[in-house]
């Protein structure tokens, strides 16, 4: 009998030992969801570095008020942001950041837009070390997020009783990422360039008008930059198409020849342009020989909203170029819209900051007559780096590049007539081909990281354009391998995955309990024996 009670004690050992190693190796997470996520931007320019350094995410989730974000993942909502909370976030060590954002964003108040306005270009300014993401809100994350932010853990807990009681009661999250460390890509950005030529005389005098395609925001997929500087590549494929019918007979043709420029990496110190630049003057191309004799440089950015200012980089003199194109686009607003006022805003170049203030700066610094129009009042101007920059006034667009297509056309044919107007009746801007552009390019993912030379967008500008000038050529400038004067990165999408797991200090009191628990079956099991024996030998007694 003694030996089968041996034998029931090892089986029921053998029985608890393999139920301790099922129990401790069972997996914490009870469920797991999956859901795209946008890194913030990270790029390089001159050496320098920029946005987000990493994509790192394996930490628990926290609300943005919890008492514990160091190397937690903080979940954040738009009405939570703010500059101050994003810089005591990273300052105290915040393993990622994950903001949602709401998917019909013309629900957002003013002050929250104002206030994101106010991140991205803080944030923007300098590397961040905390892996930042943005994600669009959806119901599972929802709910992550309204579990993590009214639920009672442990950071909040007063005593640590409560602390212990929380552990046991509530639910964790753990936000992972398995994406590789973002690398850098084989970076390039392009022009898009055509020209109107008059054939009178074999050389003319000539200007360019000028703007940047690309958009830009805190994350490459969020930015759609609809008035900057949508509506400056929508203005200047119109004015191309009325200018050519201005064009379109030779003996009326004004005698000076005009260059279109679009061009990437607006936001990143309009660097295609400047390589453009830098290039054709350099060259012995026409586009540098024009570019060496022109007149006057116009860049048009940011024109979709009410207000327009032409930025110079000094007061320009009587009887100077610059002079008469801001009198050609004084007298156009007068006679077209007197309503609108053209404020004219001198700027010097600040040749010790390496990053310029406007478009028409890089054409300055070669001795280029040139300015930028625009309703921004100032480069500082809150909104001109904005991802919910999503549309634009389309009165406000039309009036405008109305008076900029008349300007123009005043100034290559040499008219300061007041009763004169050249586009009227039906020389017009087309409102629909403006509002349709703008839509197109709001819509389409035009960021500098992410163009290829087969991008819609580039195909778009230059089918466009081709329909109205000609000599459409598209270039493609590389960054240098050794030393790329700019850089950007990978790793701008991922999918993130949210884990229902326990906290973890929860694991470890269960696994204590568990081997308390087990030692007591253990002490139990070693003492049948000993038990059975006496019981055995005391029925032995009563009997004898």
């Known amino acids: 009998m003694l030996e089968t009670l041996n034998d029931v004690s090892r089986s029921l050992g053998s029985f608890w030992s ?7 190796c069972a997996p914490a997470a009870i469920a797991v969801h999956e859901f795209t996520a946008y890194r913030m931007n990270q790029y390089s320019i001159s050496n320098r570095d920029y946005g987000c350094k990493t994509n790192m995410v394996n930490f628990e989730a926290r609300s943005v008020n919890a008492n514990v974000v160091t190397r937690r993942c903080v979940l954040m909502s738009m009405g939570e942001i703010s500059v101050d909370r994003m810089r005591e976030l990273i300052a105290h060590k915040a393993g990622s950041i994950l903001i949602s954002i709401p998917q019909n964003t013309s629900s957002l108040t003013q002050d929250e837009i104002d206030n994101w306005n106010e991140v991205e270009e803080v944030l923007m300014e300098q590397p961040v070390d905390t892996s930042v993401f943005f994600t669009y809100e959806q119901p599972h994350l929802n709910d992550i997020y309204h579990e993590v932010k009214t639920g009672l853990n442990s950071d909040h807990a007063a005593t640590a009783a409560a602390a212990l009681g929380n552990v046991f009661h509530s639910n964790g999250y753990q936000i992972v990422s398995y994406d590789a460390v973002p690398a850098p890509t084989k970076s390039s950005l392009y022009t898009v360039q055509g020209k109107l030529s008059t054939l009178s005389r074999e050389t003319n005098p000539s200007i360019a008008i000028v703007a940047h395609f690309d958009s830009f925001g805190i994350s490459p997929h969020l930015a759609k930059s609809a008035n900057g500087n949508g509506s400056g590549v929508a203005a200047l494929l119109e004015i191309a198409r009325l200018l050519s019918k201005l064009y379109s007979h030779p003996g009326n043709a ?6 279109f420029l679009l061009s990437g990496g607006g936001k990143l110190n309009y660097l295609a342009s400047k390589t453009w630049l830098d290039k054709r003057m350099a060259s012995d191309s026409p586009e540098g020989a024009m570019l060496s004799e022109a007149e006057y440089v116009l860049c048009i950015d940011s024109i979709g909203k009410s207000g327009l200012n032409i930025h110079v980089s000094k007061q320009p003199k009587p009887g ?6 801001l009198s050609a686009l004084q007298e156009a607003a007068s006679l077209l819209y007197p309503n609108i006022t053209i404020q004219n805003i001198p700027k010097k170049v600040n040749l010790g900051n390496p990053l310029l203030a406007w478009h028409h700066e890089i054409f300055t610094v070669k001795r280029i007559s040139a300015g930028t129009i625009s309703n921004y009042p100032s480069h500082t101007s809150l909104g001109r780096l904005n991802s919910f920059d999503t549309h634009v006034d389309g009165s406000s667009m039309y009036k405008h590049t109305h008076i900029i297509a008349e300007a123009i056309a005043r100034y290559v044919s040499n008219v300061s007539d007041d009763s004169i107007t050249i586009f009227s009746d039906y020389a017009v801007p087309n409102g629909a081909m403006l509002d349709r552009s703008v839509e197109f390019l709001s819509r389409t993912n035009r960021a500098a990281v992410l163009l290829q030379r087969d991008s819609p967008v580039i195909s778009f500008l230059e089918q466009t354009l081709g ?28 999918k993130l995955f949210s884990y229902n797991v326990k906290p973890a200090v929860f694991d470890l009191f269960l696994a204590i309990a568990v081997f308390v628990y087990l030692g007591a079956v253990y002490l139990f099991v070693k003492s049948v024996p000993v038990m059975m024996t006496y019981a055995y030998q005391l029925r032995k007694l009563k009997s004898s």
């Open 18 to 24: 393999i139920f301790t190693i099922v129990v401790l």
């Open 254 to 259: 004004p005698k000076y020849d005009i260059l």
């Open 320 to 325: 100077t170029p610059a002079h008469q194109m």
């Open 467 to 494: 329909k109205y000038i000609s000599e459409v050529i598209v270039s493609e400038f590389k960054a240098s391998k050794k030393d790329p004067e700019f850089q950007f990165y990978d790793q701008t999408e991922t």
